[in-house]
C-alpha cells in the first residue's frame, strides 16, 4: 500500500474548477517535489492531502485512511502529516520551546518535561538550541522556517508536506532551510515539496511533479522530467525558470 | 462650612459610594468579559441558529439605551415574572449584557483579525478546531484588541453612573444625596469629578504598561 493514494481529485473553488482530476501514489520513503506555474493548482493539490483544502470529488488516502475534514478521525490523522507554510506561521505568543512542545503536549499527552527534552533535541538538529527561549518574531526568516520543520517533527509524523518553505525567504536564508530538508529526505522521510528551487528538486527528489492546469502534465525522475521533458508546457515552463 | 470641612465630611461617603461604582462595574465587567468572548464565537461560528443568536443580542443591546435597558430589567421583568430582585441584581444584570454585546464585536473584530495561516498550522499540527480556539487564536486576538476591551471598561466604569437611577447608592447617586442636603452643588460634583477621573484615568495608564508587556514585536516576553 502506498503512503498517500490519490484518486480523481477535483477541486472546485465556487465556480472555479483548480484541480481537474488527480491520479498519484506516494510511497514511503519517497521525496516528491511539485513545480508548475504559479495559479497551476500545485499548492492546492498539497493542501488536499492533509484536507486543509476539502476536496470536491475524489479521495485522499493516507496509510489507508480517507482525509476528510469534516470526519471526526481527522485531527489523529493530522498528527501524522506534518506541514510547512511559505510564511511559517509560528506562534508569535508562543516561545520557540513553546512552538515546538503545544503539539505533543495537547495531542499526545506528553509530560512538559519530556516535551521539553524532545523539543530541544529537534532544534538542536535544525541548528537552534540557543534559540529555544526566544520568541518567533526575533528570529529571521530562515531560522522561523527551520523552528517550523523542528515543530512539525515533534508529532514524529510519517509524511511531511511542503508548500513553497523558501519563497518567503531572502537568498541568504534559503540554503540553510534546503539543508535540514535535505538530512531530513536523506534520513527517510516521505516528503511532497511544492517549490521553485529547481536544484533541489533535481538534486533530492525522487520523482518530479510537473502540475499545470489543474492536472499532472508530466512526471518522472528528476533526470527525465530536467533533462528530457516530453510535453510542451513543461518544455516552455523549464525554459522560463531556467533562464531566470 | 470651609471646602475642607466639607472634603472631610464627604470624602467617607463619596468613597464608599466609590467601592460600590468598583464592585458594580468589576462584577459586570467580569462576566461581560465571558459573555463577549462566548457570544463572539457564536458569530463568528458555522451554525447558522448561533450566529442569528449573535447578532440578535448584539442589535438588541446596541440599538437601546442603557436606561431603559436597566428600566426594563429591573422594572419591566420583575414585573411581568412577578419576582424580586435587588437594585444591585438589576444593575449586573444591565450593564453585563450590555457591555457583553460591545465586547463581543469587539473580540469577534479580533478573532478575525488573526492571520489564517495560524489556524491552518494549528490544525495541520492535528490540533482540534477547540484547541486551535483557546490556544492558538484568542490569545492573539485578545492582545490585538485589548486596547478596545480597555476602552469598554472605561465605558461601563461611567455607566455605572446611570445605574443609579434605580437606587443604588454608587458614586453619582452619594455626590446627589450630599448636594442635597448641603447645596454645595460645584464642590461636591468636582469632587465626584476627580475621583471617577482619578479611578478611570489609573486603568488607562496600566492597560498601556499591559500592552507593553504582552506586545508580539520581537523583544521577547518582557
Known amino acids: ?244 | 462650612m470651609s471646602f475642607f470641612e466639607l472634603l472631610r465630611e464627604s470624602m467617607p461617603l463619596l468613597l464608599q459610594g466609590l467601592v460600590l461604582t468598583l464592585q458594580l462595574a468589576g462584577l459586570s465587567l467580569a462576566i461581560a468579559m465571558v459573555l463577549g468572548v462566548v457570544a463572539a464565537l457564536m458569530g463568528l461560528s458555522n451554525n447558522p441558529i448561533l450566529r442569528f443568536v449573535n447578532s440578535a443580542f448584539v442589535a438588541i443591546i446596541r440599538c437601546s439605551p442603557l436606561l431603559v435597558q436597566t428600566f426594563f430589567i429591573y422594572f419591566g421583568v420583575t414585573g411581568a415574572l412577578g419576582i424580586r430582585m435587588s437594585a444591585f441584581t438589576a444593575g449586573v444584570i444591565a450593564l453585563s449584557l450590555n457591555a457583553g454585546g460591545y465586547l463581543s464585536e469587539i473580540f469577534r473584530g479580533g478573532i478575525q483579525a488573526v492571520d489564517r495561516g495560524q489556524t491552518e498550522a494549528a490544525r495541520s499540527l492535528g490540533l482540534s478546531a477547540r484547541q486551535t480556539t483557546w490556544r492558538i487564536i484568542l490569545p492573539q486576538a485578545i492582545r490585538i484588541c485589548l486596547p478596545s476591551v480597555v476602552n469598554q471598561w472605561c465605558i461601563t466604569i461611567k455607566d455605572t453612573s446611570i445605574i443609579c437611577v434605580i437606587g443604588l447608592a454608587e458614586l453619582t447617586r452619594m455626590g446627589q444625596q450630599i448636594i442635597a442636603r448641603t447645596y454645595r452643588s460645584f464642590e461636591v460634583w468636582l469632587m465626584v469629578f476627580v475621583l471617577y477621573f482619578v479611578v478611570i484615568y489609573a486603568i488607562t495608564v496600566a492597560s498601556r504598561y499591559l500592552e507593553r508587556k504582552v506586545s508580539l514585536d520581537g523583544k521577547g516576553r518582557d
Open chain 1, 1 to 244: 500500500m502506498a503512503k498517500v493514494e490519490i484518486r480523481g481529485l477535483h477541486k472546485y473553488f465556487g465556480k472555479n474548477e483548480v484541480l481537474k482530476g488527480i491520479d498519484c501514489d506516494i510511497e514511503a520513503g519517497e521525496v516528491v517535489c511539485v513545480i508548475g506555474p504559479s495559479g497551476s493548482g500545485k499548492s492546492t493539490f498539497l493542501r488536499c492531502i492533509n484536507c486543509l483544502e476539502q476536496p470536491t470529488a475524489g479521495t485522499v488516502r493516507v496509510d489507508g485512511n480517507i482525509m476528510d475534514a469534516n470526519a471526526s478521525n481527522i485531527d489523529v490523522l493530522r498528527e501524522d502529516v506534518g506541514m510547512e507554510f511559505q510564511h511559517f506561521n509560528l506562534f508569535p505568543h508562543l516561545s520557540v520551546l513553546e512552538n515546538v512542545t503545544i503539539a505533543p503536549v495537547l495531542r499526545k499527552k506528553m509530560g512538559k518535561e519530556e516535551a521539553d527534552q524532545v523539543a530541544r533535541q529537534l532544534l538542536e538538529r535544525v541548528g537552534l538550541a540557543d534559540k529555544a527561549d526566544a520568541m518567533p518574531n526575533s528570529l529571521s526568516g530562515g531560522q522561523k522556517q527551520r523552528v517550523a520543520i523542528a515543530r512539525a517533527l515533534a508529532m514524529k509524523p510519517g509524511l511531511m508536506l511542503f508548500d513553497e518553505p523558501t519563497s518567503a525567504l531572502d537568498p541568504e536564508m534559503v540554503g540553510e532551510v534546503l539543508d535540514v530538508m535535505r538530512q531530513l529526505a536523506n534520513e527517510g522521510m516521505t516528503m511532497v515539496v511544492v517549490t521553485h528551487e529547481m536544484g533541489f528538486a533535481r538534486q533530492v527528489a525522487d520523482r518530479v511533479l510537473f502540475v499545470d492546469g489543474g492536472v499532472i502534465a508530466e512526471e518522472g525522475t528528476p533526470e527525465e522530467v530536467f533533462g528530457n521533458p516530453k510535453n510542451e508546457r513543461t518544455q516552455n515552463f523549464l525554459r522560463m525558470v531556467l533562464q531566470a
